[in-house]
Nanobody, 117 residues
Framework: QVQLQESGPGLVKPSQTLSLTCTVS??????????WSWIRQPPGKGLEWMGS???????YYSPFLKSRTSIDRDTSKNQFTLQLSSVTPEDTAVYYC?????????WGQGTQVTVSS
C-alpha cells in the first residue's frame, strides 16, 4: 500500500515561494495507473485541488493557481514536489499530497503552512 509524507517549512513570508515535498513509499512514482496530486484546505474552507503529476511526468494544474504553481518529481528519491510562488496570507492552509489509482485514494497526513510576515 502506498504511503505519503509531506515535508517543508511551516511558515513562509508573503511574496516568497512555498516549497513542499511529498515522499512516497510502497510504490514507485513511475508506477502505471497512479496519479500524484497536491490538495490544500484553508482554515474554515473545503478541499482545493492544486495540481497533479502523472506516472509519466505530465503535469496538470488548477486554472485558478496555474500561473503560480509548479509540480515536479525526483524519481531517484521517489518524491514529488510543489512550488507555489508569490504567496499571500490567503495561501495559508493545510497542504496534502495524495495518490489515486483504481484501488482508491491514499493521503498524506498533511502539513500546516502559514503565510505571515
Amino acid at each position: 500500500q502506498v504511503q505519503l509524507q509531506e515535508s517543508g517549512p511551516g511558515l513562509v513570508k508573503p511574496s516568497q515561494t512555498l516549497s513542499l515535498t511529498c515522499t512516497v513509499s510502497g510504490d514507485p512514482i513511475t508506477t502505471n495507473g497512479i496519479c500524484w496530486s497536491w490538495i490544500r484546505q484553508p482554515p474554515g474552507k473545503g478541499l482545493e485541488w492544486m495540481g497533479s503529476i502523472s506516472n509519466s511526468g505530465s503535469t496538470y494544474y488548477s486554472p485558478f493557481l496555474k500561473s503560480r504553481t509548479s509540480i515536479d518529481r525526483d524519481t531517484s528519491k521517489n518524491q514529488f514536489t510543489l512550488q507555489l510562488s508569490s504567496v499571500t496570507p490567503e495561501d495559508t492552509a493545510v497542504y496534502y499530497c495524495n495518490a489515486a489509482n483504481m484501488g482508491g485514494v491514499y493521503w498524506g497526513q498533511g502539513t500546516q503552512v502559514t503565510v505571515s510576515s
